[in-house]
């Protein structure tokens, strides 16, 4: 395993970040928001506290964000088993399973098997030619890995998880 990390350096491409594809709009609920595509509003939050201000009220339902025609930036719905397309009280009930595991000291345990995934794929990239794809040998290994070792799924089942994960059936 490679002990040195490798520095990378985006700062210099310009142009790197995409036009924003919202328009500011009027605060609500002293909350900022914006207007998507679409024509929806949507909140814009940023801070921290204004997540945690939204996530915990009742009143602030994700269910219309997940349909055919809602305000989204997705280009797609999402699977409604996602945890964080789930309204009150499914939410509640599904985070108190997983809260553990997503706490400071629950992702505290996983360092671990998070550089050790990290370090195996960034060698095994290192070992490929020039222009190898990153997300393909690193980047799409490292989740999956990570979340056999958060679900007490073996790693070498890993391959059977995978696809599951990217569908949305994996891990909720």
Same mark, same amino acid.
């Given at each position: 395993?490679? !002990? !040195?990390?490798?520095?990378?350096? /985006? ?18 609920? @002293? ?9 929806? %509003? ?12 939204? +996530? ?12 055919? @025609?809602?305000?989204?930036? +997705? ?10 397309? *789930? ?6 009930? +599904?985070? *108190? ?12 345990? +996983?360092?671990?098997?998070? %550089?050790?995934? !990290? ?17 393909? %040998?690193? %980047? ?5 890995? /990570? ?23 994996? @891990?909720?």
């Amino acid at each position: 395993m490679s !002990t !040195t990390t490798p520095t990378v350096c /985006v700062t210099h491409i310009p142009h790197l970040d995409a036009p924003p594809a919202y328009r500011p709009a009027r605060a609500a609920n @002293g909350l900022p928001r914006i207007e998507l595509p679409s024509g929806h %509003l949507a909140y814009h939050l940023t801070r921290y506290e204004h997540v945690q201000q939204l +996530l915990l009220d009742d009143r602030a339902i994700r269910s219309p964000c997940n349909e055919e @025609g809602g305000a989204s930036f +997705l280009p797609t719905v999402t699977p409604a088993q996602m945890l964080f397309n *789930k309204d009150v009280p499914d939410h509640g009930r +599904l985070r *108190k399973v997983i809260a553990r595991d997503f706490s400071p000291a629950g992702v505290a345990r +996983l360092r671990e098997q998070v %550089l050790q995934a !990290t370090h195996e794929r960034l060698d095994a990239f290192e070992r490929q030619a020039p222009g190898a794809d990153l997300f393909a %040998l690193v %980047l799409d290994h490292i989740p999956a890995t /990570v979340d056999c070792h958060l679900l007490g799924i073996p790693l070498a089942d890993r391959g059977e998880y995978r696809p599951l994960s990217h569908t949305g059936a994996g @891990g909720q």
